[in-house]
């Protein structure tokens, strides 16, 4: 799948309305997305009773979203309040609709105990190229999918970032800003006493706009009203990781070098003050639970056997590459097609959706939408300018011994440039290659010996 990051740049309202106007066609289709998330679309009973009961749920949805979220957006994150209010007007949606959304979310949090989601992290000792990265999967119904963007936000007077989001969303579910700083989302369900009725993915986009270390992220949290529970992955260019646990009014965290050079976290509590406030280890779902595949089990089994099987994959203490973390979020566990309980998710409601690799230092996110097992990813960067133009470039790959070494394109047309992102099998002596990407005509590399080119995707020449 392509995936073109949308630039939104300047104001709140002005970065909204960039992302409303690009993602207007989609949002037009939201309340398709709805009933299918819900169930309820096909061409059954259950369809036929879907499209009779589509807009009495959609008014209603929206109307109760609003009612609880739309007071505590405006009073605690009126910057983030505006960004919506700008995609309502780019894309001609209600605002009221754009409710939905967040309401989804903290019922996920709040009512319906989600266990979806996988994430990973390395420090910089762990790294075999001596940088930290986070690793995750996202798990989703897959109608959620056409719903999914990438978006390069540079909000006036506050950090830039990249984020991988949802068009209705003002928030995002993870990504990096200009000081390193990055941030991933996974669902949890902890109990607590809610300060503001505010979804998590406004709190992540606060993070990325504010913070720029791990530390000032732990400290944001500490202080910021919210609702709702999460496990946030963080890491920063200093190779600093670390696990937070957070719930409504009450946070654990686990850090990496205490914890060893890898972090892992699904969707269940490892820390004993937030294994206090979770789920109990043997709540069961309902026996009329939806889809019946889950009625009966354990809350907590995918999570614990997806967090065990990630904590087994890396306990072997082998310095581990991009290359690596791509194969562990594709993991089947020996399992051919997967299942509810593997890495790449394969269950009856949940499915792995979209994947990402997050590097702090480069500020870049390696990402693909659909299953990790079958998708590429596309590597998304920071450093190009707005608006710079995406092109293709032919040529060879070299190694340049200078300062320690790092790798360049040679292209046909006598121009080099030093490649920025893109994966470990990229970098190969004499590979000729094909290079998609945007060039960085701002600054030089290591040098001065040529500009950086900042690789979206590549293929084989």
């Not at 960039?18 to 169930?39: P, S, V």
């Not at 056409?146 to 540079?154: F, G």
């Not at 690596?324 to 594709?330: E, M, P, T, V």
């Amino acid at each position: 799948m392509s995936i073109a990051p949308i630039e939104c740049t300047g104001s709140h309202r002005e970065m909204g309305e960039a992302q409303g106007r690009a993602t207007a066609e989609t949002l037009a289709r939201i309340d398709d997305a709805l009933l299918e998330l819900a169930g309820l679309a096909g061409d059954g009973l259950i369809g036929r009773a879907g499209k009779l009961l589509k807009p009495i749920m959609n008014k209603g949805l929206s109307l109760v979203g609003t009612k609880l979220l739309e007071g505590a957006l405006r009073e605690h994150y009126p910057a983030q309040y505006e960004r919506l209010e700008g995609i309502a007007a780019g894309s001609g949606v209600s605002l009221r609709q754009l409710f939905v959304g967040p309401a989804v979310e903290l019922l996920l949090n709040q009512v319906v105990p989600a266990r979806a989601c996988t994430a990973v992290a390395i420090t910089r000792e762990g790294s075999a190229n001596g940088e930290p990265i986070i690793a995750k999967n996202f798990d989703y119904p897959p109608a959620a999918l056409e719903m999914y963007i990438a978006r390069i936000s540079r909000p006036t007077e506050l950090a830039a970032s990249v984020d991988i989001t949802a068009a209705p969303m003002a928030g995002c579910h993870e990504g990096v800003n200009e000081y390193g700083l990055a941030v991933a989302y996974n669902y949890g369900h902890f109990s607590g006493k809610a300060t503001a009725r505010v979804s998590i993915t406004t709190l992540v986009q606060e993070l990325l706009e504010q913070c720029d270390s791990v530390d000032g992220a732990i400290e944001h949290l500490r202080e910021r009203p919210r609702d709702g529970g999460a496990l946030l992955m963080l890491a920063d260019g200093g190779g600093n990781i670390a696990s937070v646990e957070l719930g409504p009014d009450e946070l654990g965290v686990r850090r990496g070098r205490e914890s060893g050079d890898v972090l892992v976290h699904a969707n269940h509590a490892v820390t004993e003050i937030m294994q206090e406030r979770d789920v109990p280890r043997e709540a069961r779902f309902p026996r009329w639970w939806r889809p019946t595949e889950m009625a009966g089990t354990r809350f907590h089994e995918s999570s614990e056997q997806r967090h065990a099987r990630a904590q087994q994959i890396l306990d072997d203490g082998s310095p581990l590459a991009a290359d690596d973390l791509r194969a562990l979020l594709a993991d089947h566990g020996g399992n051919e097609g997967g299942s509810d309980h593997t890495i790449c998710r394969h269950g009856p409601y949940y499915v792995t959706t979209c994947s990402v690799l997050l590097f702090p230092r480069r500020r870049q996110v390696a990402v693909m939408f659909g299953s990790p097992c079958t998708a590429r990813f596309v590597t998304l960067s920071l450093h190009a300018s707005p608006g710079a133009q995406m092109a293709s470039y032919t040529g060879t790959v070299k190694k340049n011994d200078l300062s320690g070494g790092f790798w360049e394109l040679h292209t046909d047309g006598g121009d080099s440039y030093q490649l920025r992102g893109g994966d470990d099998s990229l970098r190969v002596e004499g590979q000729r290659v094909e290079v998609s990407g945007t060039v960085d005509e701002g600054g030089f590399g290591i040098g001065m010996t040529g500009a950086y080119l900042d690789v979206a995707s590549w293929k084989a020449a």
